[in-house]
């Protein structure tokens, strides 16, 4: 059975801490997202991975950096946590074959409060 | 630049009624278009894509989704409702290019009361 996991269900971090979101697969994809999620907003993608030590931005890359230093693991970082990043954080992976489209495999989300 | 559209938040329908959900997209070229769900506090799960096949796709759990390219539509429909079919669910388009990244509409939460 594919899975994604994330580290934690609930997070709460003060202002200005630096915060560790980790993200693993166990189906060899290559591709791994991060996004978050807020109401009214739908998902919006913080950033992207496609191979190991590769990454780019998303549509909300401020204030977040990534880093994917084995292909399981794709890690995002709130350099110094700000109350707006207060938010349910989802993390996602996807193979590639050929021209095929796959689908994105979700993991179960953290909720980060900020205080 | 693509984006979706789900027209209506929020969706409350009887059990055994018809669901529907709306979503158009735009796109200057023959899109994949996905619909997902997601449970409270799970997330998000495929219910089921299209990629340029067939125009009727069928989902899990009975849902289906009609491609319309007149319309620019993709609405997502299951002839009758059961009380778990209650979550938020998502539409979205694969943008032209490499990735498999994913543009997602805002949501359209189900509700289903007896």
């Known amino acids: 059975d594919v899975k994604v996991t994330q580290s934690s269900r609930y997070l709460v971090k003060r202002t200005g801490e630096k915060v560790f979101l980790e993200c693993v697969q166990d189906?060899?994809?290559?591709?791994m997202f991060w996004y978050r999620q807020d109401p009214g907003l739908g998902l919006r993608l913080i950033y992207f991975?496609?191979?190991?030590?590769?990454?780019e931005k998303g549509d909300i890359p401020e204030g977040y950096s990534v880093s994917r230093e084995k292909k399981e693991r794709f890690s995002l970082i709130l350099e110094s946590a700000s109350t707006n990043q207060t938010s349910m954080y989802l993390c996602?992976?996807?193979?590639?074959?050929?021209?095929?489209?796959?689908?994105?495999?979700f993991g179960p989300g953290t909720r980060l409060t900020v205080l | 630049a693509q984006s979706v559209t789900q027209l209506g938040s929020h969706v409350s329908v009887s059990e055994g009624a018809l669901v529907l959900l709306r979503c158009n997209y735009s796109?200057?070229?023959?899109?994949?278009l996905f619909w997902y769900v997601q449970y409270p506090n799970q997330g998000l799960q495929l219910l089921l894509k299209?990629?340029?096949?067939?125009?009727l796709v069928k989902g899990i759990n009975g849902f289906e989704a009609e491609f319309k390219k007149s319309e620019t539509s993709f609405h997502l429909t299951k002839p009758s409702a059961h009380m778990s079919d209650a979550a938020e669910y998502f539409c979205?388009?694969?943008?032209?290019?490499?990735?498999?990244?994913?543009?997602f509409g805002a949501g359209t939460r189900l509700a289903v009361h007896p």
């Open positions: 996602a992976s996807s193979s590639v074959s050929g021209r095929a489209v796959n689908e994105q495999f």
């Open positions: 189906m060899d994809h290559e591709n």
């Open positions: 991975s496609y191979d190991v030590k590769m990454k």
């Open positions: 796109s200057s070229v023959p899109p994949y």
């Open positions: 299209y990629t340029s096949a067939a125009t």
């Open positions: 979205a388009v694969k943008p032209s290019g490499g990735y498999n990244k994913l543009i």
